[in-house]
């Protein structure tokens, strides 16, 4: 599986951008896929997760710090993943990356992902 991530920039406080995520390749019926992000001189955490799968709607899961003010959303159609990112604050400043894990079990371990797109920089200024 390979991921292709774009949609990163620079935007004010208070502002919104949106992430998209592709991915490219074979995959199972029932599969994660997720977004982390590191900021300068921060260890890489967990932002949101959605669940892909045949039988069931998708959940999702959310890092306490974007609860109402991300939105993890998918295109069944295209396989890809969106980050909708309002109210964005100069702490949300960081790489962005989108990840996928062949388990259909959400989970916030950066470990458990199995491919890792190429990062998008997201610069949010005061």
């Known amino acids: 599986v390979q991921l292709q991530a774009s949609g990163g920039g620079f935007v004010q406080a208070g502002g919104s951008l949106r992430l998209s995520c592709e991915a490219l390749g074979r995959t199972t019926r029932s599969y994660v896929m997720a977004w982390l992000r590191q900021g300068p001189g921060k260890e890489r955490e967990f932002v949101a997760a959605i669940k892909w799968s045949v039988w069931s709607v998708g959940g999702t899961l959310y890092a306490d710090s974007v609860k109402g003010r991300f939105t993890i959303s998918r295109d069944n159609a295209k396989t890809t993943v969106y980050l909708q990112m309002n109210s964005l604050t100069p702490e949300d400043t960081a790489v962005y990356y989108c990840?996928?894990?062949?388990?259909?079990?959400?989970?916030?371990?950066?470990?458990?992902?199995?491919?890792w797109g190429q990062g998008t920089l997201v610069t949010v200024s005061s």
């Open positions: 990840a996928h894990r062949y388990s259909g079990i959400i989970t916030t371990q950066e470990s458990s992902y199995d491919h």
